[in-house]
């Protein structure tokens, strides 16, 4: 016993405090270690293993599968292909809109009349909350809002409901997506931008390079690992691509997409194993994307040094 009390004193307070730290950096690590097991490991496991049971029997078998071959089977009305053909829609815009906010970055980064106000206008979605943004533009489209006003002026008779009808409910979404979807990528775009030596613009007003070639001849490749990447993560999300559509319509009016689809099935109607097994399809599909997106990353240039 006195020989473990003096092995203790003998601990110096530079000892205590490494073992404190340590202790505190390791209970940290925990946590994560925990976290990723139970919501990662262990849900992802047992979602695999929910394809192939029946919920209500919990016998083993291809049932769930059978149902999404059933639902594709029923052509126009299929939910899944509805899901789906939006999902893709919502893909390519999501690819457009990373282009088109490389251009608005490009004239706001060259100071073009009236860009404070438009970064204002591209940004302030990135401020306000989403429910209110979702209000104001459903207000804005339904009956009695300013597009309801001025079509009635124009054309003398109600306009069409934009939001609550199948032909316009989606690309009405699609719109709203857009506006708010460019900030972020703006502020990604004009700050990758903003590096650019003043001294490599100037050399080439000097050799009478147009706005045009500079854009693309100079800006674009000295910012290619920005635009590269961001390009990138849009095209693996390529089946999470999706718009508010639960604020907006909650499905209806054929707006559905694959991530409202599955929140459907498995907040709403419960339907545990047709989901996972839908999931399972999604990421046997994904690989060949993720592969082929790994390799194209590869193939972007290292960051480059001003």
Same mark, same amino acid.
């Given at each position: 016993?006195?020989?473990?009390?003096?092995?203790?004193?003998?601990? &110096?307070?530079?000892?205590?405090?490494?073992?404190?730290?340590?202790?505190?950096?390791?209970?940290?690590?925990?946590? /994560?270690?925990?976290?990723?097991?139970?919501?990662?490991?262990?849900?992802?496991?047992?979602?695999?293993?929910?394809?192939?049971?029946?919920?209500? *029997?919990? /016998?083993? @078998?291809? @049932?769930?599968?059978?149902?999404?071959?059933?639902?594709?089977?029923?052509? /126009?009305?299929?939910?899944?292909?509805? %899901?789906?053909?939006? *999902? +893709?829609?919502?893909?390519?815009?999501?690819?457009? *809109?990373?282009?088109?906010?490389?251009?608005?970055?490009?004239?706001?980064?060259?100071?073009?009349?009236? =860009?404070?106000?438009?970064?204002?206008? !591209?940004?302030?979605?990135?401020?306000?909350? $989403?429910?209110?943004?979702?209000?104001?533009?459903?207000?804005?489209?339904?009956?009695?809002?300013?597009?309801?006003?001025?079509?009635?002026?124009?054309? $003398?008779?109600?306009?069409?409901?934009?939001?609550?009808?199948?032909?316009?409910?989606?690309?009405?979404?699609?719109?709203?997506?857009?506006?708010?979807?460019?900030?972020?990528?703006?502020?990604?775009?004009?700050?990758?931008?903003?590096?650019?030596?003043? %001294?490599?613009?100037?050399? @080439?007003?000097?050799?009478?390079?147009?706005?045009?070639?500079?854009?693309?001849?100079?800006?674009?490749?000295?910012?290619?690992? *920005?635009?590269?990447?961001?390009?990138?993560?849009?095209?693996?999300?390529?089946? $999470?691509?999706? $718009?508010?559509?639960?604020?907006?319509?909650?499905? +209806?009016?054929?707006? &559905?997409?694959?991530? !409202? =689809?599955?929140?459907?099935?498995?907040?709403?109607?419960?339907?545990?194993?047709?989901?996972? /097994? !839908?999931?399972?399809?999604?990421?046997?599909?994904?690989?060949?994307?993720?592969?082929?997106?790994? =390799?194209?990353?590869?193939?972007?240039?290292?960051?480059?040094?001003?």
């Amino acid at each position: 016993m006195d020989n473990v009390c003096k092995e203790r004193k003998r601990i &110096s307070p530079r000892t205590k405090r490494l073992i404190k730290k340590h202790v505190f950096v390791y209970s940290m690590l925990l946590v /994560a270690i925990l976290h990723f097991c139970v919501f990662y490991i262990y849900v992802n496991i047992d979602s695999f293993l929910i394809a192939f049971q029946d919920q209500h *029997t919990g /016998a083993w @078998g291809f @049932g769930n599968f059978r149902l999404f071959f059933d639902d594709i089977l029923l052509g /126009a009305q299929s939910e899944v292909l509805i %899901s789906l053909k939006n *999902t +893709m829609i919502y893909f390519v815009v999501l690819l457009a *809109t990373n282009l088109f906010s490389f251009l608005l970055s490009y004239f706001i980064y060259k100071k073009i009349m009236l =860009w404070k106000f438009f970064r204002f206008v !591209f940004v302030i979605p990135m401020i306000v909350s $989403g429910v209110v943004l979702v209000a104001v533009y459903s207000n804005m489209l339904t009956a009695g809002g300013p597009i309801d006003v001025i079509w009635r002026k124009l054309m $003398g008779d109600d306009a069409p409901s934009l939001i609550y009808s199948a032909p316009y409910a989606t690309w009405s979404i699609v719109l709203f997506v857009i506006w708010t979807g460019l900030g972020m990528n703006i502020i990604l775009f004009s700050g990758a931008m903003n590096r650019i030596p003043e %001294s490599v613009i100037e050399y @080439g007003k000097i050799d009478g390079i147009k706005p045009m070639r500079e854009m693309f001849q100079i800006v674009l490749p000295l910012i290619a690992p *920005t635009f590269g990447t961001i390009m990138l993560l849009s095209c693996i999300n390529v089946f $999470g691509a999706s $718009g508010p559509i639960l604020l907006f319509t909650n499905g +209806m009016h054929e707006t &559905s997409t694959i991530a !409202f =689809w599955m929140y459907e099935k498995v907040i709403v109607r419960q339907q545990f194993g047709y989901a996972a /097994a !839908f999931g399972l399809i999604l990421t046997v599909c994904s690989l060949p994307i993720f592969f082929l997106m790994r =390799w194209l990353l590869k193939k972007l240039p290292d960051d480059i040094d001003y």
